[in-house]
């Protein structure tokens, strides 16, 4: 992430460390849903520069296209494909330089009410994480959610197809704002823990966990591949047979399964966001036969591509022509 061009921008300078994008974290004793406010999506089509505010609710911006330019107390963020940006309540932040044409991210805007929320700094959030692995199972632990101000989580597709689940129920209104609430609650739960799982410690695996971790990863990478069995085993060096056993064992699913996953979720991330066809969106999952891949979506989803698109087709967008 490069901010040099970005120093002295509006005449200020701007030193080493505020350029560092350590994040900190805003933890949540989330006892009952977080308060849904407001979501959409922001599409420009002029160069855009995020206006100053400070606002009186939580805003969380989810990074599809372009780039992002903001400062929060005295930190620059590019918000990128891929990033999540915690923009805090009661704090001013400010667009820093404009960003070209085509700009997209998503918004939500959300409160936290009664609920007890405290800011922490990466020591403090590594204490926490050590706390969680010495009581996995602790019900009051597993009550906190905790979001990272600036992050890139490694399954953005999930939290994609939240969002687009929380704005097509919010456009109902009313008493839909309750299950917009909880579908909030969700992708925030989602995001912690994503934070979560990044911190696994690589000294405590065994060589082998370490492999499929990166395996998993390559999978993700290459989802847009035609992928196989046989392809994965080779590229890891790996008898097929033998590593769709760890699958199963260390991963709870073979590897076929997980590769469909990876698959499907792909697939309904672009469905939820874009109008590419069905063809289209097959072959942006490594999949050349359209009714292969229908079939393969519906005996894995439930329901056809096309149906599952129409659960989505309500988008808040908006529009920035200015």
């Excluded at 019900?139 to 597709?157: D, G, Q, Y």
């Amino acid at each position: 992430m490069d901010f040099s061009a970005l120093l002295s921008y509006d005449g200020k300078k701007y030193g080493k460390a505020d350029l560092s994008m350590e994040s900190d974290y805003l933890m949540i004793h989330a006892l009952e849903p977080v308060r849904y406010a407001s979501a959409g999506r922001v599409e420009t089509m002029k160069p855009f520069c995020h206006p100053t505010r400070t606002l009186d609710s939580y805003v969380l911006l989810i990074g599809i296209r372009g780039s992002l330019f903001i400062e929060q107390e005295g930190q620059l963020y590019e918000v990128g494909p891929g990033h999540t940006l915690l923009l805090k309540k009661g704090i001013k932040h400010r667009g820093i330089k404009p960003s070209k044409p085509g700009l997209s991210y998503y918004w939500f805007h959300f409160n936290l009410d009664n609920h007890r929320a405290t800011y922490l700094d990466k020591k403090q959030m590594d204490e926490q994480i050590m706390r969680f692995r010495q009581e996995p199972y602790s019900h009051i632990l597993a009550s906190f959610i905790f979001i990272p101000t600036f992050f890139k989580p490694p399954e953005i597709e999930r939290l994609n197809i939240l969002f687009n689940q929380l704005t097509d129920l919010a456009q109902g209104g009313g008493r839909t704002h309750l299950g917009a609430s909880y579908i909030m609650t969700s992708l925030l739960i989602e995001l912690s823990e994503q934070l979560i799982a990044s911190y696994a410690s690589p000294l405590a695996k065994t060589s082998l966990q370490r492999d499929l971790s990166h395996i998993m990863e390559w999978i993700r990478v290459y989802a847009n591949q035609p992928l196989t069995v046989k392809r994965v085993s080779d590229q890891f060096n790996y008898n097929p047979d033998y590593l769709t056993r760890q699958f199963k064992q260390h991963i709870g699913m073979s590897l076929q399964k997980y590769i469909t996953l990876v698959k499907m979720t792909k697939a309904k991330d672009i469905l939820s966001r874009t109008r590419r066809t069905i063809k289209e969106v097959a072959a942006d999952v490594g999949i050349q036969d359209e009714k292969y891949f229908m079939r393969l979506f519906k005996k894995t989803e439930g329901m056809t591509p096309t149906a599952f698109r129409k659960a989505f087709y309500r988008i808040h967008l908006t529009n920035l022509k200015e």
